[in-house]
Each structure stands twice: as structure tokens, then as C-alpha cells.
């Protein structure tokens, strides 16, 4: 999938559900992000999870790659930071979309992105 099919997947989201598109299309994304749940995940779980990535990384190297995405995107770890402590899990992925792009042009999957 590249960043044209995710987009029109978003924009047929976003005629369907309005603001609440993010919700319906990002699953876990925001688990991924800095301040998520699955950062503070134990070794021994994250690596159960580690399964099935199409790009053969290991948990630390897949959210390497996600905050670098984040950084080249100018995205700011405080916001991200503020919009996870406030649980406002549709603006921050609408907040991470250009991030999640790159991610997707860069070889991930949704699956692997979202899950």
C-alpha cells in the first residue's frame, strides 16, 4: 500500500465518519507513539508482539523508526506528550498522519502500524 491508497482509504473514512475518521481507521496507532502503553510494555511482552512485522524489527527498532518519522514530520513530543496524557487518541492520530505515511512509504503495513 502506498501513501495515495491510504489516503483515499482516509478520505472515503472521513465521508463516512467525520471527525471521527481516526478513530475508525488508526486502531492502536497511538499505542506506537511516544507516551503510548506499549512503550512501557516489559521486554518478554513486547516481544510476543514482535511477530508478524514485514520488516523484521524488533520492538526498539519499530518505534525508533516511528519517532524518527515524527521528527523528520517537525512533529513535537510535547504535543504528542499532552494530546496521550489527555487521552485524546483522534486528534493525536490526525496529529501523527504525516508521520504514519512515511512509516508506510518506508515499507510498514497498517498491520504493523496498527496493531
Not at 501513501?3 to 465518519?17: G, N
Not at 471527525?19 to 511516544?34: Q, R, S, T, V
Not at 513530543?77 to 489527555?86: A, D, M
Request: proline fraction near 3%; include cysteine.
Amino acid at each position: 500500500m502506498d501513501r495515495a491508497e491510504v489516503m483515499e482509504r482516509i478520505t472515503i473514512l472521513k465521508m463516512k465518519c467525520g471527525k471521527k475518521w481516526p478513530f475508525h481507521y488508526f486502531n492502536n496507532f497511538h499505542a506506537n507513539l511516544p507516551y503510548g502503553f506499549r512503550r512501557s510494555y516489559d521486554e518478554s511482552t513486547l516481544q510476543l508482539r514482535e511477530e508478524g512485522f514485514q520488516k523484521g524489527k524488533n520492538a526498539s527498532e519499530f518505534f525508533q523508526d516511528i519517532d524518527k518519522a515524527l521528527l523528520e514530520e517537525g512533529i513535537d513530543f510535547e504535543e504528542i506528550k499532552k494530546l496521550q496524557e489527555r487521552h485524546m487518541t483522534e486528534e493525536l492520530d490526525a496529529l501523527a498522519l504525516p508521520a504514519y505515511l512515511r512509516l508506510i512509504e518506508s515499507g510498514y503495513t497498517e498491520d504493523d502500524l496498527n496493531r
